[in-house]
Nanobody, 126 residues
Framework: QVQLVESGGGLVQTGGSLRLSCAASRRTISYNAMGWFRQAPGKEREFVAAISWNGDSTVYADSVEDRFTISRDNAKNTAYLQMNSLKPEDTAVYYC???????????????????WGQGTQVTVSS
């Protein structure tokens, strides 16, 4: 199976930036879409961004599409989430995930992802 480890979270002021990284233990992520989700206290886990298996296509939640950028480097077995113009409402635990199926375009649906990281905390202060 695939092990995913997120890093890069932390505390940042409103308007600041962070880059999250997701390192995978297996080369198999090169053939699977990757996604980022987040979960704030008292709320359900929600979709943030996804990228197709080959990096040719991306999709974003409306709340982040003008501020966040998802990318991947399959040679490094790593996915990224660049987060700019951060707002307090972005505060959450952020999780990366690897899709179940190969050659996917990237899905907004949580249940399309098989492997999950442990999460990294992002806190945006006002």
């Amino acid at each position: 199976q695939v092990q995913l480890v997120e890093s890069g979270g932390g505390l940042v002021q409103t308007g600041g930036s962070l880059r999250l990284s997701c390192a995978a233990s297996r080369r198999t992520i090169s053939y699977n879409a990757m996604g980022w989700f987040r979960q704030a206290p008292g709320k359900e886990r929600e979709f943030v961004a996804a990228i197709s298996w080959n990096g040719d296509s991306t999709v974003y939640a409306d709340s982040v599409e003008d501020r966040f950028t998802i990318s991947r480097d399959n040679a490094k077995n790593t996915a990224y989430l660049q987060m700019n113009s951060l707002k307090p409402e972005d505060t959450a635990v952020y999780y990366c995930a690897c899709a179940t199926q190969r050659y996917g375009m990237g899905s907004r649906r949580l249940n399309n992802y098989q492997y999950w990281g442990q999460g990294t905390q992002v806190t945006v202060s006002s």
